[in-house]
């Protein structure tokens, strides 16, 4: 009998004070205005930043960069959209949808203007090196949500 998660996901949790709909919308609309795009993008790789960067909002949309040249570059694609409370995709920025993970964002209203968001990063299992490239993602994904997202909600 083998383990499906033999390789654990990552689960994160941030509690925001803002609506549940305006948290859904600044996370799937608004990406290129908060993530981290200097460090955490393709073009950051090749020593330049992204023109943007886009969720398309629906199921089977493109989540991908603009690099500086007009070139896309493909992040992932939604497997669930549930608007205001659910987004899921598959993740595998610069490199080939075979070693794409996925990821499922949950947005809970806890109050009238508060929002709990649960980002679950799995599918390690689905890749080779899954297990070795994990350690990797736990302060990113403290980083994109915590300093990065969460900063933009107070801000907007």
Not at 22 to 42: D, K
């Amino acid at each position: 009998m083998t383990d499906l998660h033999a390789v654990e996901p990552i689960e994160k949790h941030l509690t925001v004070r803002v609506p549940q709909a305006f948290a859904f919308e600044v996370f799937t609309e608004r990406m290129a205005q908060w993530w981290p795009a200097s460090t955490h993008s393709v073009a950051a790789g090749q020593g330049a930043q992204p023109t943007d960067i886009v969720m398309e909002g629906r199921l089977g949309g493109r989540i991908y960069e603009v690099l500086p040249d007009g070139r896309e570059s493909d992040w992932g694609q939604v497997t669930e959209w549930q608007p205001p409370q659910r987004v899921a995709f598959t993740w595998h920025p610069g490199h080939p949808v075979e070693r794409a993970t996925l990821v499922t964002v949950q947005f809970a209203a806890l109050a009238e203007a508060e929002t709990e968001v649960t980002l679950c990063h799995d599918g390690w299992d689905r890749i080779a090196d899954g297990a070795a490239i994990r350690p990797q993602y736990v302060p990113g994904w403290d980083h994109v949500l915590r300093e990065c997202y969460a900063a933009a909600l107070i801000v907007s």
